[in-house]
Nanobody, 116 residues
């Protein structure tokens, strides 16, 4: 049984920073892409950042320059460092992983609220 557990969300003031963590557990052969998505109230879930198995990173325009995605395969963990946070970054953040020959799994989400 594969599980993803996110942590690191919370309330932060505009201009502040957060680091989100997603730990993958369970039996698996290989983790391919690891990604972060977010969903604001009343909006669709959008891709924020991707890190491939080879370490290539991609970012949404809305966070480019303010976000850094990274992974630690030994710990089966993906991180999202967010800086210079804005109120429009407020959303539930989800991690998603693609497991080789197994499928795609999602975490339960962690709330990030940017407000003064």
């Amino acid at each position: 049984q594969v599980q993803l557990v996110e942590s690191g969300g919370g309330l932060v003031q505009p201009g502040g920073s957060l680091r989100l963590t997603c730990v993958v557990s369970g039996t698996m052969s290989r983790i391919d892409n690891m990604e972060w998505y977010r969903q604001a109230p009343g909006k669709k879930r959008d891709l924020v950042a991707t890190v491939t198995r080879r370490g290539t990173t991609l970012y949404a325009d809305s966070v480019n320059g303010r976000a850094t995605i990274s992974r630690d395969d030994a710990k089966k963990t993906v991180y999202l460092q967010m800086n210079s946070l804005k109120p429009e970054d407020t959303a539930v953040y989800y991690c998603k992983v693609d497991l080789y020959l197994v499928g795609t799994y999602w975490g339960q989400g962690t709330q990030v609220t940017v407000s003064s």
